[in-house]
Nanobody, 124 residues
Framework: QVQLVESGGGLVQAGGSLRLSCAAS????????MGWFRQVPGKEREFVAR????????GYADSVKGRFTVSRDNAKNTVYLQMNSLKPEDTAVYYC?????????????????WGQGTQVTVSS
């Protein structure tokens, strides 16, 4: 049973930083692709960042490039999203996702497992 548990969300002022964690269990994730997505009420879930667990390759949405960094800790089976220079428009529920086929996609429907989400609120 694959489980993804996000943590680290909260309230921060514009310009501040947060680090989200996604603890993965139930599998060895070295053959998975991981993604971070976010969603605000009334809008579709959108891609934020992706990680090829085996190679460490990463990719980002244009809106976060240069401000967010995705990384992994193999020993802890955990993926992180370091978010710097946060803006009010980054406010959303952030979700971690896993793709067992390692498609390394930006598409929501190509991820098989999802966490419960963690709220990030950036005040102006």
């Amino acid at each position: 049973q694959v489980q993804l548990v996000e943590s680290g969300g909260g309230l921060v002022q514009a310009g501040g930083s947060l680090r989200l964690s996604c603890a993965a269990s139930g599998r060895t994730f070295s053959t998975y692709a991981m993604g971070w997505f976010r969603q605000v009420p009334g809008k579709e879930r959108e891609f934020v960042a992706r990680l090829n667990w085996r190679s460490g390759s990463t990719g980002y949405a244009d809106s976060v490039k240069g401000r967010f960094t995705v990384s992994r800790d193999n020993a802890k089976n955990t993926v992180y999203l370091q978010m710097n220079s946060l803006k009010p428009e980054d406010t959303a529920v952030y979700y971690c996702a896993a793709d067992r086929s390692m498609r390394y996609s930006t598409a929501v429907n190509e991820y098989d497992y999802w966490g419960q989400g963690t709220q990030v609120t950036v005040s102006s």
